[in-house]
């Protein structure tokens, strides 16, 4: 796995859930799986809110293990390699 493509960084820790929130920076989508700069598999996104033309994601981490450590690292999606359809 090599993250390609930067969603944000990791803004600070939410005390009520432990989620990592980000400002976004690239298309995601709920569900999708977030990556450190190493490859390691961090979370997955599970929320987005605030305004529509800047919003804020909420990722869900695999462990609630040390995550105000990644406060201030950067998060990643893997781009896909989409097969284009042949006409």
Same mark, same amino acid.
């Given at each position: 796995m090599n993250p390609t493509k930067k969603i944000g960084t990791?803004?600070?820790v939410s005390k009520?859930?432990? @989620?990592?929130i980000l400002?976004?920076?690239n298309d995601v989508q709920i569900g999708d799986d977030?990556?450190?700069? @190493?490859g390691k598999r961090v979370g997955i996104v599970f929320?987005?809110?605030g305004p529509v033309n800047s919003?804020?994601?909420?990722v869900k981490p695999r462990s609630s293990e040390e995550v105000t450590k990644l406060v201030g690292?950067?998060?990643f999606l893997e781009e896909k390699n989409q097969?284009?359809?042949k006409r």
């Open positions: 990791i803004l600070h009520s859930t432990g @989620n990592l400002k976004v920076e977030i990556f450190d700069k @190493n929320d987005f809110f919003p804020y994601i909420a690292e950067k998060l097969k284009k359809r």
